[in-house]
């Protein structure tokens, strides 16, 4: 195996697995976790998937901002996120990837009641060291069904 082939194996890898800090960070409510998968200056737009649910979401900028609304907004709820399909072009110290995401988010004061949502990420990412961070992040859903209320902790 060429080193080429495994350098680019080993980046492919490791930019898929700063979604996976991402989601497990959120599910986890691990906030060092989920910080560890921004830039400083990231940027996340959830206004695709918020729209379609039937709420609006504004863009978030800065990690702090992003981790802080991520934890406050889903303290009400247990997640899990699956991810799937994830497809990464790589060039040079910054990367792409498109991956599935499927949410699940359920009522810590109810139970019965939840929200799934699949999830398109389309997502920008730059080579930090040797590791790879969102730079930005664009949300769009492909269906959901449930309690979109649910997502307000409601």
Do not use: C
Not at 6 to 29: E, P
Not at 66 to 80: E, K, N, P
Not at 126 to 133: A, K
């Amino acid at each position: 195996m060429s080193s080429l082939y495994q350098t680019n194996t080993v980046d492919h890898l490791a930019v898929v697995d700063t979604l996976y800090r991402f989601a497990a960070g959120i599910d986890l409510r691990d906030e060092a976790l989920l910080r560890s998968a921004f830039t400083q200056d990231a940027v996340s737009d959830f206004r695709p998937a918020a729209a379609k649910a039937g709420f609006e979401y504004p863009v978030l900028e800065g990690r702090d901002v992003i981790v802080g609304a991520l934890s406050s907004s889903l303290s009400q709820v247990d997640t899990t996120h699956s991810v799937s399909n994830p497809r990464v072009t790589i060039e040079g110290d910054t990367a792409h990837l498109d991956a599935l995401v499927e949410a699940q988010h359920v009522l810590k004061s109810d139970p019965a009641r939840h929200y799934l949502m699949k999830n398109r990420y389309d997502i920008n990412l730059v080579r930090l060291g040797e590791v790879w961070s969102i730079q930005r992040v664009t949300v769009d859903n492909v269906w959901r069904t449930g309690d979109p209320s649910v997502l307000m902790g409601i």
